[in-house]
């Protein structure tokens, strides 16, 4: 192998965690990784985001894992600690305002599509009014509703974009349906 390829990544709500379909995927695009480059794939489920998770990477690193990947939000201040603690192995998380040294970060350019789906939904409005749902108020997010009022403004600039935001925990299609409802 070319080297051990690990994934760290937690389970906020373990009965609900497997089901995702975002999760799913984002385990499955490492695994294929891992594979393609013929690396080795290790899991460590439920790992806090505290110092408490140090004992899963402590076991990863003593695996020979030389890279480590969060496959969802969180991670990054440990990730800074571990990062300090082993400077022979890379750290991957998608908090993109964590990255030093070997501690680095891989996600998409989401905003770019927002953008894009801005202009659409500008172009495409029969009211001027236009909904915007979204997971969790984080900086993340709130870069992808500016990016999409970037792009309803461009097209359409009497247009306005009503926003609405659910927790994790309140993620189900039949809450983004009571929240487009109000809009």
């Known amino acids: ?11 906020i709500l373990p009965e609900r965690q497997s089901l995702e379909p975002w999760y799913r995927i984002a ?8 594979d ?14 505290s110092p ?21 939000y969180g991670y990054g201040d440990l990730f800074q600690t571990a990062g300090q603690k082993y400077l022979d192995t890379n750290f991957y998380t ?8 070997n501690v680095r970060t891989y996600f998409v350019r989401i905003y770019q599509l927002r953008y894009l789906q801005g202009i659409l ?3 495409k409005t029969k009211t001027g009014q236009i909904g915007f749902i979204s997971y969790d108020l984080v900086p993340d997010n709130l870069q992808e509703l500016n990016a999409f009022a970037l792009g309803v403004r461009r ?18 299609d039949e809450n983004a349906c009571r929240l487009a409802a109000r809009m």
């Open 1 to 11: 192998t070319l080297f051990p390829y690990t994934t760290l990544f937690r389970s």
């Open 27 to 34: 385990c499955q695009g490492l695994a294929d990784a891992s």
């Open 36 to 49: 393609d480059m013929g690396a080795e794939y290790l899991i460590e489920a439920d790992v806090p985001d």
């Open 52 to 72: 408490a998770g140090m004992e899963a990477i402590d076991r990863l690193h003593a695996q020979g894992a030389n890279i480590i990947v969060s496959a969802t």
């Open 94 to 101: 998608i908090i993109p305002s964590h990255y030093t040294g």
């Open 121 to 123: 939904a500008g172009l």
């Open 155 to 172: 097209v359409n600039p009497d247009a306005h974009v009503l926003a609405a935001f659910q927790t994790l925990a309140e993620g189900t």
